[in-house]
């Protein structure tokens, strides 16, 4: 158990597996499965072919994120929000479901963007998701802005864009305000978010890690946890 007062919250796919929302690169991942799935996810392609954007759009329509629930991990961090004790809530997840949880929406810092908004990648309005899925549900298959025409994409941050640097601003300011840093479900190796571990590594902070798999930080970790998350985070944090 974690009986520090200030904690920071890094998560990953892995908390969400337990709502059936699959992750990428694990053994049942959308990439393993099929690596043709990725060019989904590379702004470049994004915007060169149609055809990519008729595959994202299909993959959109049914994605999992619209009916998941969340399960006792997102709880878990809700309940340590109320206890006054997170400093911030980082993820790497654009599946919403910690703010479905009850998770403060201010209190959320989404490195990858989410899912439940759409943005013109023309004029840059923000639109929310639900309006493009009555349009796809409609027959549209590649639907454009409907102020510029320009080409829409989900609010998430493909391979070859940039993170938000507010959002990643925030997510190293909550880092730094906590006195232990926590990795829930996160593999590690994709950065910047990984790199908080650094951050908060470099100011002798401690370092708990709770995934599945081993991750390149466990050796630095102060403790390191393989069991499922939605059975050992409740323990941990409440
Ligand atoms: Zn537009």
Redesign the pocket.
């Known amino acids: 158990m974690i009986d520090a007062e200030h904690i920071a919250v890094l998560t990953g796919a892995g908390i969400s597996t337990a709502s059936g929302i699959p992750d990428f690169r694990g053994p049942q991942g959308l990439w393993t499965k099929n690596p043709a799935a990725a060019a989904m996810f590379d702004i470049d392609e994004y915007v060169a072919s149609r055809a990519v954007r008729v595959e994202a759009w299909k993959f959109r329509l049914t994605a999992p994120a619209w009916t998941a629930e969340p399960n006792p991990g997102h709880l878990a961090l809700v309940d340590l929000e109320r206890q006054g004790r997170l400093t911030g809530l980082i993820t790497q997840n654009v599946d919403g479901l910690h703010q479905k949880a009850g998770s403060s929406p201010a209190i959320v810092h989404e490195l990858h963007g989410t899912v439940w908004y759409v943005d ?6 923000r639109i929310p998701m639900a309006d493009v899925l009555t349009r796809l549900e409609a027959g549209d298959e590649d639907p454009a ?1 409907v ?4 080409i ?1 994409k989900s609010a998430t941050v493909s391979f070859g864009q940039s993170l938000d640097q507010r959002v990643l601003d925030a997510a190293v300011a909550a880092t730094e305000a906590a006195d232990v840093f926590l990795a829930v479900g996160t593999s590690l190796q994709v950065y910047p978010a990984a790199g908080l571990c650094d951050i908060a590594l470099a100011a002798g902070k401690p370092l708990v890690i709770l995934n599945a798999e081993p991750t390149p930080y466990d050796e630095q970790a102060t403790t390191v946890l393989h069991t499922p998350i939605e059975t050992t985070l409740p323990t941990l944090v409440t």
């Open positions: 013109c990648l023309e004029c840059t309005r802005c102020v510029c025409g320009g829409l």
